[in-house]
Nanobody
Framework: QVQLVESGGGLVQAGDSLRLSCAAS????????VGWFRQAPGKEREFVAAIGRGSSTIYYADSVKGRFTISRDNAKNTVYLQMNSLEPEDTAAYYCAARSGPLTYSYARTYAYNYWGQGTQVTVSS
């Protein structure tokens, strides 16, 4: 049974930092690319960041570039999202997702990923 479990969300003030974790089980983690998405109330789920199997390929949404950093530890079956300089606009439920194989041209699309976690809430107050 494949499981992706996000953690690390919370309520913070603008300018603060958070680190989200996504722990995977039931898959050969090192064979899967991973993405982070977020969804605010009343909005569509949007791409945040993605990382390839060996960490050599990384993509970010323009809205988080320079503030967020994605990384992974294959020995721990975990992907991280370090979020700095948080803004109220970053408030959303954050989801990690995994796909077997490398990142492709559709890395920012939800349909490109096979497995999803349940999400962790991030709330940034002004």
């Amino acid at each position: 049974q494949v499981q992706l479990v996000e953690s690390g969300g919370g309520l913070v003030q603008a300018g603060d930092s958070l680190r989200l974790s996504c722990a995977a089980s039931g898959i050969t983690f090192s064979s899967h690319a991973v993405g982070w998405f977020r969804q605010a109330p009343g909005k569509e789920r949007e791409f945040v960041a993605a990382i390839g199997r060996g960490s050599s390929t990384i993509y970010y949404a323009d809205s988080v570039k320079g503030r967020f950093t994605i990384s992974r530890d294959n020995a721990k079956n975990t992907v991280y999202l370090q979020m700095n300089s948080l803004e109220p606009e970053d408030t959303a439920a954050y989801y990690c997702a995994a796909r077997s194989g490398p990142l492709t041209y559709s890395y920012a699309r939800t349909y490109a990923y096979n497995y999803w976690g349940q999400g962790t809430q991030v709330t940034v107050s002004s």
